[in-house]
């Protein structure tokens, strides 16, 4: 039942000599208020208080009044349509994103910075709207005895439903409303200004819901992948790091003849919030492959690179032979590759599964053989090498994340090849394999260095001393040392 009784319907009309006389009506009461109160006119400026207008900024007053009350009727009975459809069911729909959002209702301050927008904006979201319905109630009688504005004022009330759709001006010729000009405009400014800030505010809320799995702009990539026909279908979110998300998804056709796109991918999405990644920047900033280009870059380009570079060391592993994904494409931030698992489900990670003494030792032998091969075949030291980046599946190790993995010859390179080390021997040592050699053994296997210390800290001061050395070379000669890789100078970078 409508709240505001039943509509009496009024013909509208409105004249050039309507407006005129109008006009003329303002300018003489102007005239007259002025000559009354000269002060009062000066100071009122604000669309709330006002000496020249009282009449109009009731009628304002009263707009806002009636649209707060629309909207949270409205609202209401969105809540009661998502309640008869959710039912009790498990998954719900929610309607929030039709909600009405009000700038009165709003508490969030940050959104009103975008009201600046609009240079000549009657309504500043910070004025307090304590007052309306006494200031309303007091002077709207005012409204209807001036009779000039009556039919001017029905014929914008009229005018209100050449709004957008979705701004309720509820039944305003029903209840005979009159907007004088003033008001209507900045109604019409309002309605407006109203309906990109719904937008926004809504754009927003995807934005904190997408924590978990991605914003528009990633959705957009992973959209058109699927619409060219690359992937087949998205099945759902695999995990959630802090630096990443992986997906999986059911490969489709390739648009070239040559490549094959595998059956099921993995889908890695490097996650553009920044913060994650400073603890990294020491990875990248000294990896000379990159220097250059690292001081030049903004952080959404940073991000790009570390899928870059993932993308590029998964194919020089893949050239080595190393279990591991195969790469299908890269985009931004966005690094599909081949899924290691089978039928939507990820192969366990080492920690994860319970292997047999006999697999255990096997993957142990298998994972030395590995970072042997890693270091002296693709010039790569692993750099976060444990139990929790290498899958176990088809009886064999596969290597896994290595978006972080640097050069030999990184300025910090040996000291995490020791920290993969320590990591293996560890958890193959716990895992009861005896023949697991310690880490500083490990080290000097996959290394081909022979380094002698007995203790660990020794060890690793030999280790910082290596890279120093290393480093002053480059300073001096302004290249490489040879002595890591065991022949002749790293092969240099190129892309
Ligand atoms: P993060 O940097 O977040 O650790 P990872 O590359 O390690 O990123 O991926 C996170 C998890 O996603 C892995 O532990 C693994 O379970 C799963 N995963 C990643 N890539 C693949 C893949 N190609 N096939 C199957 N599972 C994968
Ligand atoms: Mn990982």
Same mark, same amino acid.
């Given at each position: 039942q409508c709240p505001w009784g039943a509509p009496n319907t009024t013909s509208i009309s409105c004249s050039l000599a309507d407006v005129m006389s109008e006009q003329l009506a303002k300018e003489l009461q102007l005239e007259e208020e002025n000559a009354a109160f000269p002060e009062a006119v000066a100071v009122a400026e604000g669309p709330f208080i006002t000496g020249e207008n009282i009449d109009t900024s009731s009628d304002l007053m009263l707009a806002q009044m009636l649209q707060m009350e629309f909207d949270r009727e409205y609202d209401a009975q969105l809540r009661r349509e998502e309640k008869k459809i959710n039912g009790d069911s498990k998954v719900s729909i929610s309607f929030e994103n039709y909600r009405k959002v009000h700038p009165y209702d709003s508490d969030s301050s940050e959104d009103e910075v975008d009201w600046q927008d609009t240079r000549h904006d009657p309504y500043r979201a910070d004025k307090p709207t304590t007052t309306p319905r006494k200031g309303f109630i007091g002077k709207g009688k005012d409204i209807t005895t001036k009779h000039d504005e009556v039919v001017c004022g029905r014929k914008n009330t009229a005018r209100m439903? +050449?709004?957008? *759709? /979705?701004f309720q001006v509820g039944d305003g010729i029903g209840m005979d409303l009159k907007l004088s000009n003033q008001v209507f405009n900045a109604l019409k400014q309002h309605a407006y200004s109203e309906e990109r800030r719904s937008a926004r505010l809504h754009e927003k809320k995807e934005h904190s819901t997408a924590e978990k799995a991605v914003d528009p702009k990633t959705r957009l990539l992973l959209y058109k992948m699927v619409n060219a026909g690359m !992937? /087949? &279908? #998205?099945?759902?979110? #695999?995990s959630t790091g802090k630096e990443s998300v992986v997906f999986h998804a059911y490969g489709g056709k390739s648009a070239t003849e040559d490549k094959v796109i595998p059956p099921e991918c993995a889908i890695k999405v490097f996650k553009t919030t920044l913060n994650e990644f400073k603890n990294r920047d020491k990875y990248i900033k000294d990896d000379y492959r990159f220097k250059d280009r690292f001081s030049k870059l903004n952080p959404r380009k940073i991000i790009r690179m570390w899928a870059e570079k993932e993308m590029h060391n998964l194919t020089r592993m893949q050239n080595a032979g190393i279990p591991c994904p195969q790469v299908v494409i890269l985009k931004k931030h966005v690094l599909v590759m081949s899924f290691i698992g089978q039928d939507q489900v990820p192969a366990p990670k080492l920690k994860d599964v319970t292997l047999s003494s006999e697999d255990m030792k096997k993957a142990y032998y298998q994972i030395l053989n590995m970072m042997q091969q890693l270091y002296? /075949?693709? +010039? @790569?030291?692993?750099?976060? !090498?444990s139990e929790y980046n290498m899958l176990w599946h088809d009886g064999k190790v596969w290597l896994i994340d290595v978006s972080q993995s640097v050069e *030999?010859? =990184? *300025? =910090?390179g040996l000291e995490f090849l020791f920290r993969d080390c320590r990591n293996v021997s560890q958890f193959f040592q716990k895992g009861g394999v005896a023949e697991a050699l310690n880490e500083r053994e490990l080290f000097n296997a996959v $290394?081909? @260095? +022979?380094? &002698?210390?007995?203790n660990e800290v020794d060890f690793q001061a030999e280790i910082e001393a290596l890279e120093k050395m290393n480093e002053d070379h480059v300073q001096n000669h302004g290249k490489k040392l040879?002595?890591? $890789?065991?022949?002749?100078? *790293?092969p240099i970078y190129d892309e």
């Open positions: 439903e +050449n709004f957008a *759709p /979705e !992937l /087949e &279908t #998205i099945t759902g979110c #695999i002296k /075949e693709c +010039n @790569l030291v692993h750099a976060d !090498l *030999p010859t =990184h *300025p =910090h $290394s081909g @260095l +022979n380094i &002698t210390a007995e040879s002595m890591f $890789s065991g022949d002749g100078d *790293p």
